[in-house]
């Protein structure tokens, strides 16, 4: 049976004006779109204190869901200036642990390098950072990495480079599909062996054609194991146009699997 699920940034607009908390989120995944599985945008969080992120772990298990993924901002591994650095480091040890108490499949920590080109220094710290988060992960049962959306990630010779000299199974890509700078022809094919999240949004993949089912036989043949998600980014009428979206993906999906 495949898993589908919505990132919680398509709802980032009723969010943004207090119509949707996480909770309302969780709450519309079960019993508006029949889906157990969440994908989590950190910047729903109202808080990090326990008692709150205590709150959101009893509900996923009283509600029978799974975080497919924790998405985090705020937490990436490289920065210019080392003090930012390592607040951002402490920041990605407190999620790593906030993972470790949900359950979740996938963890998304940001490389934070904003140019294609890498610097020697830039890469082998994000390789020794991630080395570390990966080994925690692989410790409590989940997996961690960067996502495509920063420009460094959107290069997938990069993120080949990257998941080659990590070496570990707790690594891998959170992926926007068909979201490159570099090398789009050929982007996805690269990275869907390592791929442990997709998430697809109609800003970078044609949903009306053949592309969509393209790209989801693409992950399949890859041998792709994580959740179907999706990702709107469009900002009004959130509801209805998650729901078209949802629709599109699991026909595609249950066409080839």
Known sequence: MSDFSIGSWSFHALFNS??????????????????????????MLLS???????????????????VANLAVDGADVWN?????????????????????????QTLRIDMGINSVEMSDEQYEFCVSRYREYVQFANDHGFLVGPQTHQQAAQSPRNLERLNNDISTPGFGIILNVNRWLKDKEIGDEIVAPFTIHAQFDRAFVDFTGSELRHKVQLL??????????????????????????????????????
């Open 18 to 43: 207090g119509k949707m908390s996480l909770f309302g989120y969780l709450e519309s995944l079960k019993y508006r779109y029949h889906l157990r599985h969440a994908d989590i945008w950190n910047g």
């Open 48 to 66: 990090t204190e326990d008692d709150y992120i205590q709150s959101i772990k009893d509900t996923l298990v009283e509600e029978g869901m799974t």
């Open 80 to 104: 210019d200036d080392p003090a930012v650095r390592e607040r951002n480091h402490q920041k990605a040890l407190l999620y790593l642990d906030i993972a470790r108490r949900w359950g979740v």
């Open 220 to 257: 399949h043949q890859a041998g792709y194991q994580g959740c179907w998600s999706m990702e709107f980014r469009g900002g009004a009428d959130e509801y209805l146009e998650v729901e078209r979206d949802l629709i599109d993906i699991r026909q595609a999906v249950r066409s080839i699997t």
